[in-house]
């Protein structure tokens, strides 16, 4: 059994991590490239969204390095993140490729059958080997998103442009070559110091921006055309509101004892949306919310061409923004993406905020009309 | 001995130069063809102004704008270098401090740009769909064979209102076809393709926006008093078009670029005999990481002076831009 997995941001990392420890072999897809996008585009129904796209290529470049079985979450909820697995199968079995599809998800509830699955790719029934392996793969995943965040949000008070950089790129560049989730967390743990201890110049006029929107093209910076570091050049702090290890936590554990954080969110939000609108729309417009009343200059929301539920969001967001008195940009992106315009757009955007920050800085309040 | 800061727009249909004297007066303009060459173009456009100058100019600053700002302002040396819908809002503001909404459409995008109390406050910038484009325009009026400049005036003309389908290009385009079919008039027509042009506008840039007054239309088809007509009658106020209207982008640099020196104390300019150097742009797609990214390098007279396109910075970091400025 080989083992692969599509790319969401950093997250293959942790996942070799855990198959690692259970000593079950991977294989890593190629990194997101125009081709990886180019292959998935080729054999994908023409409409669906980008991420999908993204990992039938993923799936396809892992095959022809000799992948057998491909491991996938599974979501139901009224958006078709939900039959990517199925739609892809098809695909590829349409393409003559002779795989197995394992999908992480208890059909109609079955927890058993969940169970029947882990262990199947764990390649043990002992649960608690199991336990243990997933324990390392989420110790390596939470340390790497903190890692993510912090670079993110240090970035544009560096000293020395390119330091942060040198040091995540080291960093992955170490993670790949080693093996098992201990070596991984030693790992991150000294690249984490060693980032908080880059000189920073925190006296700089560092604008604050969240991003919301759909959480693939979120986290994975090849969709988004890298958002947070084109954001950080442009000397902005950047929060991202969805991070690998919050859903998988989510939806692991929390969502059967109730969350807080996401208790909040979905407070925030109901003036607006009252109702699960599938994928993350609710929370789009619930992290919309807090971003404003924790005093961020602006949210962006990121969404693939033809996403349902953040199509929902995004109609909602003018009258939020007009309420909370924060501009809200949205950027569609899908497989016909020219980064000028997007870069273009970004650009605006950031003026807009700076000198709206400059015309109201000894203003208390900051409204429009 | 005259004065000037210089203002250039390069974008992908048109490019304009504008000349701006110290007190912010608006000397000279000129609009020439990119056609898809904007290095040519703009080498051109910058011999021509220099000619229409005189002698004795001396340039205190200069920005670039557009999609092609960046190669322009490697090219000659620009002190600020800035994104469209931002100069398109400073040249607003420029002329009418308390603006509200600036309705932009150009050759090749068009964009909405809401403003209150005199800052950038929104905007939507539409790039993909050409049914609310001058390109559009240009090429219905070169099909039913009226010069564009007429197409204005054959739409007030009109006194029956023909509905287009505006939705997109194609669309419009058949829909025109069969409307022409069933035998009605060219001005009505006409009349109906800016009302859908508008209509398009509306419900593409501005969903969710709320348009105020004053509004301005700007950008190359803000000429044609058909379209603006069509704006007044849907948004039910009044639509005012400044004098400089085609060449807002290129006077919003130019304000830009004076804001900028007036900090840094002096120019990039490499002065107007960059027309006389050669340029030429190579590209290759590097094959070090599965990225493969198109590298654009840029030579002037042979030698290499910028690199771009990299997504890790293995190129563009890895060179000497000398920012030697020629004779001035
Ligand atoms: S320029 Fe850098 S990121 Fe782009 S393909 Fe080459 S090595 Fe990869």
Redesign the interface.
């Known amino acids: 059994m080989k083992i692969t997995f599509p790319h969401m941001g950093n997250m293959y990392l942790p996942a070799k991590a855990m198959f690692d420890d259970l000593g079950v072999e991977t294989v890593l897809p ?7 996008l180019e292959i998935g585009t080729k054999y994908s129904p023409e409409l669906i969204c980008l991420p999908m796209k993204i990992n039938l290529g993923n799936y396809i470049e892992s095959i022809e390095k000799g992948a057998d079985t491909i491991v996938v979450t599974g979501s139901c909820g009224p958006c078709r993140f939900g039959y990517f697995a199925e739609v892809e199968k098809e695909i590829l079995k349409d393409l003559g490729h002779n795989v197995e599809f394992v999908v992480l998800e208890a059909p109609d509830g079955n927890i058993k059958e969940l169970y029947n699955r882990i262990s199947k790719i764990a390649n043990t029934k002992n649960m608690m080997k199991i336990a243990k392996g997933l324990k390392g793969g989420i110790g390596v995943l939470k340390r790497i998103d903190k890692f993510e965040e912090t670079v993110l949000k240090l970035r544009p008070y560096e000293k020395n442009k ?1 330091e942060m950089d040198k040091v995540y790129k080291s960093l992955i560049k170490n993670l790949e070559n080693s093996e098992g989730s201990q070596a991984m967390i030693k790992l991150i743990n000294q690249a984490q110091k060693c980032i908080e201890e880059i000189p920073i110049e925190k006296n700089r006029d560092i604008l604050k921006v969240g991003i919301v929107g759909e959480i693939y093209t979120i986290i994975e910076n090849f969709a988004n055309i ?1 958002i947070g570091k084109k954001l950080n050049e442009l000397g902005v702090e950047v929060h991202k509101s969805h991070t690998t290890s919050g859903w998988v936590l989510e939806h692991l554990f929390y969502n059967s004892i109730g969350s807080t954080r996401e208790k909040d969110i979905r407070n925030a939000a109901k003036p607006y949306v009252k109702t699960m609108v599938g994928g993350h729309g609710r929370e789009t417009i619930g992290n919309t919310i807090l971003y404003a009343k924790d005093g961020y200059d602006g949210v962006i929301q990121v969404m693939p061409f033809t996403c349902m539920p953040e199509i929902v969001a995004m ?1 909602l ?3 939020v ?2 309420e909370y008195h924060i ?1 809200i940009m949205t950027l569609i992106i899908d497989e ?1 993406t ?1 980064e ?2 997007y870069v ?2 970004l ?3 950031i ?2 905020l700076r ?2 920050r400059e ?1 109201y800085k000894n203003e208390k309040m900051l409204s ?2 | 001995m005259k004065k000037c800061y210089l203002g250039v727009d390069i974008g992908s249909v048109s490019t304009n130069i504008i000349v701006m004297d110290e007190e912010d007066r608006i000397v000279d303009t000129l609009y020439l063809r990119t056609q898809g060459r904007p290095i040519e173009t703009v080498k051109n456009g910058l011999s021509q102004m220099k000619e229409r100058l005189g002698e004795d100019v001396h340039v205190l600053g200069v920005g670039t704008t557009g ?1 092609g700002r960046n190669l322009g302002g490697i090219m000659i040396g620009a002190d600020v270098i ?5 100069a398109h809002g400073v040249a607003a503001l420029h002329f009418v401090p308390d603006v509200r909404t600036i309705i932009e459409i150009g050759g090749q ?1 068009s964009k909405i740009i809401l403003l ?8 939507a ?1 539409n ?2 769909c050409a049914a609310g484009t001058g390109s559009f325009l240009d090429r219905q009026a070169e099909r039913l064979g009226i010069p564009i400049e007429e197409f204005g005036d054959l739409a007030l003309k009109s006194n029956a209102t023909v509905r287009i389908a505006g939705r997109c290009a194609v669309f419009a385009e058949s829909d025109m076809i069969h409307k022409q079919q069933l035998g009605h008039n060219q001005e009505d027509i006409i009349n109906g393709l800016c009302e859908a042009l508008v209509r398009n506008y509306l419900n593409n840039l501005g ?4 348009i105020q007054g004053p509004v301005i239309f700007q950008g190359g088809v803000a000429a044609n008093v058909g379209i603006k007509k069509a704006f007044e009658k849907i948004l039910g106020c009044e639509v005012v078009v400044p004098k400089f209207a085609n060449v807002m982008g290129a006077i919003g640099s130019a304000l830009l670029a004076k804001e900028e020196v007036s900090k840094k104390g002096s120019t990039n300019f490499k002065g107007f005999e960059i027309a006389d150097s050669n340029y030429a742009v190579k590209s290759f797609e590097c094959e070090h ?4 990214c198109e590298v654009v390098e840029f030579y002037r007279d042979e030698s290499l002076v910028a690199r771009w396109g990299d ?1 890790c ?1 293995r190129w563009s970091n890895n060179i000497n831009v000398e920012s030697k400025k020629l004779a001035q």
């Open positions: 190629p990194k997101n490239s125009k081709k990886t390119g890298d109609s967001l003018p009258q923004q007009n501009p016909m020219g000028a315009g273009t757009r650009e605006a955007y003026d807009l000198n709206r015309k429009w009309r | 999609s800035k994104n469209e819908i931002t995008d209150r109390n005199g800052v950038l406050y929104d905007f910038m790039t993909v969903k969710g926006k709320e990481c599965p990225n493969m997504k910075g």
